[in-house]
């Protein structure tokens, strides 16, 4: 179901015309290497700073100035709760690019865009959120900011992994064990929208040999098809 998601994501043919000078810029080629359908256009020497449209089926979707796109290759890792430092431009970026298949993503990039899901989790405050690890190991990284999740909020929190470490018991957080799966491949993140739907989001990322594949989203249809799948483990 999930490489079902991935596959949907791919199709559908977002593409990013980049607006530059002659000493160009490499973001062009960093969206190139990462799946993403790239168009470049010159801007004359007295034209504005270079800038990224962002289309989807040939359609205008948004714009973004290079250096709101640069935490992309060199992302900023911050706590859910801890995000004055960052520009407004950041979560602009992540909905402009949902649904935007990216490959041979880091897991530096993966964590950042994980955090952009974590922030919007704790600043709703409540609602159903999902978060496949992969292992149960590779949480126990994660035990702060998570203990300060579901302590500090209302939010059902449910971790998933390969049952090779034994997580402590918080309240607020279920955990789902299992010894083997296919969602030990998956990177996945799912929060529900909160009370309202406001806010829905989600992550889905699949290792391969040189890193991972996937998109974030929005969409709460989306959501709720990823949130179905990690709940059903």
Same mark, same amino acid.
């Given at each position: 179901?999930?490489?079902?998601?991935?596959?949907?994501?791919?199709?559908?043919?977002?593409?990013?015309?980049? +607006?530059?000078?002659?000493?160009?810029?490499?973001?062009?080629?960093?969206?190139?290497?990462?799946?993403?359908?790239?168009?470049?256009?010159? *801007?004359?020497?007295?034209?504005?700073?270079?800038?990224?449209?962002?289309?989807?089926?040939?359609?205008?979707?948004?714009?973004?100035?290079?250096?709101?796109?640069?935490?992309?290759?060199?992302?900023?890792?911050?706590?859910?709760?801890?995000?004055?430092?960052?520009?407004?431009?950041?979560?602009?970026?992540?909905?402009?690019?949902?649904?935007?298949?990216?490959?041979?993503?880091?897991?530096?990039?993966?964590?950042?865009?994980?955090?952009?899901?974590?922030?919007?989790? +704790?600043?709703?405050?409540?609602?159903?959120?999902?978060?496949?690890?992969?292992?149960?190991?590779?949480?126990?990284?994660?035990?702060?900011? +998570?203990?300060?999740?579901?302590?500090?909020?209302?939010?059902?929190?449910?971790?998933?992994? *390969?049952?090779?470490?034994?997580?402590?018991?918080?309240?607020?957080?279920?955990?789902?064990?299992?010894?083997?799966?296919?969602?030990?491949?998956?990177?996945?993140l799912a929060f529900d929208g909160g009370d309202g739907r406001t806010q829905p989001c989600g992550l889905v990322a699949r290792e391969e040999s040189d890193?991972?594949?996937?998109?974030?989203?929005?969409?709460?249809?989306?959501v709720d098809a990823i949130l179905t799948e990690l709940a059903e483990g």
């Open positions: 179901m999930l490489d079902a998601l991935i596959a949907e994501a791919e199709a559908s043919n977002r593409q990013l015309v980049v +607006y530059r000078r002659d000493e160009g810029t490499d973001l062009g080629e960093w969206f190139a290497n990462h799946g993403v359908e790239v168009e470049y256009r010159p *801007l004359p020497a007295t034209g504005p700073d270079p800038f990224v449209v962002i289309k989807e089926g040939g359609e205008f979707v948004g714009a973004l100035g290079v250096a709101e796109l640069t935490w992309l290759t060199e992302p900023p890792i911050a706590r859910p709760g801890d995000r004055e430092g960052l520009s407004e431009g950041y979560r602009v970026l992540f909905e402009l690019l949902d649904e935007t298949v990216y490959t041979a993503m880091e897991r530096r990039q993966l964590l950042a865009v994980s955090r952009e899901i974590e922030d919007r989790v +704790y600043r709703t405050g409540a609602g159903t959120f999902h978060v496949s690890f992969q292992t149960l190991s590779t949480f126990e990284s994660q035990l702060e900011p +998570y203990r300060r999740l579901a302590a500090e909020t209302d939010v059902d929190v449910h971790i998933h992994g *390969l049952a090779d470490w034994s997580p402590p018991a918080i309240p607020g957080i279920t955990y789902h064990e299992y010894s083997e799966s296919p969602l030990k491949r998956y990177w996945a890193g991972y594949s996937g998109f974030w989203t929005d969409d709460a249809e989306t």
